[in-house]
């Protein structure tokens, strides 16, 4: 016994031998079980030192293999027949949870929000091509996103290839190219690890995101034996210092600017630069303004916060004459047409992580591609030891001038939303206004909006040790939210966790994810705001179709007839709900939810809410009936 217990610490043993070896040497499988739970902290004390271990089985039992010795602790699964080999290497296996959810679309939004959450390596497993094609869209999402995200199939043997056989396609890899960043089909069973290894490598990376891999049936279960390596030697932390030179550029042309401000981005959160970033912003008196990022990268209730843009600056009164532009881990501006979105008279400082991200449709003044902390720390200090006596007043006076700014815009805000207060359908300011009070003061939010933004989101506090914000995804493909609460709630169990959905955001495919929520025990706070109505897109297309219009007829975004109760839908899962009318509803809504989220269970909170915009009254659809077509009543 002493030689098989040396063999399994040394890594020479896998945990299937040892139980095989064990039981026939007398051993009961529970007595042989509790060894190896014995054991289990020295192997993990020697993986953690950076010891390589070799395993021998199957692809299959190489890859779970490979996954716990990277720290991996959940496999998302999207059920399937394919996957019946690496069901078979987990049998018995505690130190990795499978985590079920009812469709793929489903199983990948949750894994991209416990990746957006937590940073660590997610794994997500779903069947064949029908199955990686279903959950494409999140894909894409978790890609934008940089979330470190391997998606994996277990595909048709390779043996049968090219014969147009059962959910089979001619390339399944490069039909997810687009999606990911690195797509790849694993050839051997003794490869599987390293190209395992490979995939969390490129996920991992900045700028991160999700990737792909095709595993065919003959790989996953024919036997291989290689190496499996401990985490620490496959990733590639990089904190890069910027160039010294580029940094005193910088500082020079911040100091001597006349309206300088600051977009702040993902790279901020993710390279932990909030407080630097606060520190630069208040020293040079600059605005700031959140740029495209699925987190909260500045506080909300700074004097200095402008607001979050998505395209343009336009809405931005107060950035009027601003002349220098210092971008700290943003992507650029969408630049969708001719017209550009960054004005030619910005002088640009451009930071971000990754060079292929810098001076891409704009020209930099000063490019730096560096770690978003070291940059900002470094800016810090050439900035104070640069600025005048004069340099700071006017960086004081700008201060103090965006806080008298903003305390009249916030007082204007207020006081409108006091006088929709009591609007019927519900103003979604007045929801916001209210989860506020209620929610906890250092809740998670996420949320699926793009023009509610600036009607519910202002109302919430977010920043460091306030609210925190996981979405909206870059990707902005909805259909991702609601799974997403679940990995986010995964990854930050003590944490209350709200969503914030449209009612046309959750009859994208989502709402089968109640059923993962109750299923898994995921205590998830779901607002939806139901005006039974596709608001942004009814906003966008009245606006470039002139006949639509002027005819007063919303031709596809009208949601009602059928008026849907979420509700009524949440019973379906066993999940609870109320249905909000009115707006002194809102607050026992609340308080009904956040008992239950106490209790450990999910709750949907119904609240039928106001149309806005452009034939926002419509609620005209183009009739169609088929069974007034029928010749026969069957």
């Given amino acids: 016994m002493r030689d098989l217990v040396a063999g399994f610490i040394a890594g020479r043993v896998d945990r299937r031998d040892f139980l095989k070896r064990m039981t026939a040497g007398g051993f009961t499988l529970a007595a042989a079980e509790s060894v190896l739970a014995t054991l289990a902290p020295v192997v993990s004390a020697q993986a953690a030192g950076g010891e390589i271990q070799v395993a021998e089985g199957t692809g299959a039992y190489l890859l779970i293999a490979q996954l716990k010795a990277a720290g991996v602790k959940h496999v998302f699964y999207g059920n399937g027949t394919s996957s019946a080999s690496m069901l078979d290497a987990m049998v018995g296996d505690n130190d990795i949870h499978l985590i079920l959810g009812p469709e793929e679309g489903i199983v990948t939004a949750m894994a991209s929000g416990y990746a957006l959450a937590s940073n660590e390596p997610t794994f997500v497993n779903v069947h064949g091509a029908v199955g990686t094609a279903n959950q494409m869209l999140n894909m894409f999402n978790a890609k934008r996103d940089g979330d470190p995200l391997v998606v994996s199939s277990f595909t048709k043997s390779t043996e049968g290839s090219g014969r147009d056989n059962f959910e089979e396609v001619d390339d399944l890899v490069d039909s997810t190219k687009q999606f990911t960043r690195w797509s790849f089909e694993i050839p051997l069973a003794s490869r599987v690890p390293e190209l395992l290894r490979n995939a969390m490598r490129i996920s991992t990376t900045p700028p991160g995101g999700a990737t792909f891999l095709s595993i065919p049936t003959n790989v996953a279960e024919a036997k291989g034996k290689a190496e499996i390596y401990p985490r620490e030697l496959?990733?590639?932390?990089?904190?890069?210092?910027?160039?010294?030179?580029?940094?005193?550029?910088?500082?020079?042309?911040?100091?001597?600017?006349?309206?300088?401000?600051?977009?702040?981005?993902?790279?901020?959160?993710?390279?932990?630069?909030?407080?630097?970033?606060?520190?630069?912003a208040e020293l040079l008196g600059m605005q700031v303004v959140q740029g495209l990022s699925p987190f909260t990268d500045f506080p909300t209730d700074h004097p200095l916060y402008v607001g979050q843009s998505d395209r343009a600056f336009t809405p931005f009164r107060s950035l009027e004459g601003a002349d220098v532009l210092l971008n700290m881990g943003s992507p650029m501006l969408y630049q969708e047409g001719a017209a550009p979105v960054v004005s030619p008279y910005w002088k640009i400082i451009e930071v971000r992580s990754v060079p292929n991200d810098v001076a891409r449709w704009n020209a930099d003044a000063v490019p730096i591609v560096a770690n978003v902390k070291e940059t900002a720390v470094a800016l810090l200090d050439?900035?104070?030891?640069?600025?005048?006596?004069?340099?700071?007043?006017?960086?004081?006076?700008?201060?103090?001038?965006?806080a008298e700014f903003n305390r009249k815009v916030w007082e204007t805000r207020d006081a409108m939303a006091e006088e929709r207060k009591d609007q019927i359908p519900i103003a979604w300011e007045h929801v916001g206004r209210e989860a506020q009070k209620q929610l906890e003061p250092d809740a998670i939010i996420t949320h699926e909006f793009n023009s509610a933004m600036p009607r519910v989101l202002p109302w919430l506090t977010f920043g460091r040790g306030k609210k925190e914000l996981f979405g909206r995804t870059l990707g902005s493909g909805l259909g991702w939210s609601v799974g997403a609460a679940i990995g986010i709630k995964m990854a930050k169990p003590d944490r209350q966790t709200v969503c914030l959905v449209g009612d046309g955001a959750f009859l994208m495919g989502q709402i089968e994810a109640l059923w993962a929520a109750r299923r898994f025990e995921a205590p998830v706070l779901y607002i939806v705001f139901n005006n039974r109505s596709f608001n942004d897109t009814r906003m966008r297309v009245s606006a470039i179709a002139p006949r639509l219009r002027q005819s007063g007829l919303d031709m596809g975004s009208y949601l009602g007839s059928p008026d849907v109760s979420f509700e009524t839908a949440a019973k379906a899962f066993d999940v609870n709900g109320a249905t909000v009318t009115r707006p002194g509803e809102i607050a026992p809504a609340l308080a009904r939810g956040i008992k239950e989220l106490r209790d450990g269970r999910p709750f949907v909170i119904d609240v039928i809410a106001e149309r806005v915009g452009l034939l926002a009254d419509s609620t005209w659809y183009p009739k169609y009936s088929i069974a007034e077509r029928r010749t026969k009543p069957v």
């Fill in 382 to 402: 050439a900035v104070k030891s640069g600025m005048s006596a004069d340099a700071k007043a006017k960086a004081k006076q700008r201060l103090d001038s965006m």
């Fill in 234 to 280: 496959f990733t590639v932390p990089i904190r890069t210092k910027p160039d010294p030179r580029l940094v005193e550029d910088a500082a020079q042309i911040l100091i001597t600017a006349r309206k300088p401000f600051m977009l702040v981005g993902l790279d901020v959160h993710r390279d932990d630069a909030y407080d630097e970033t606060l520190q630069l």
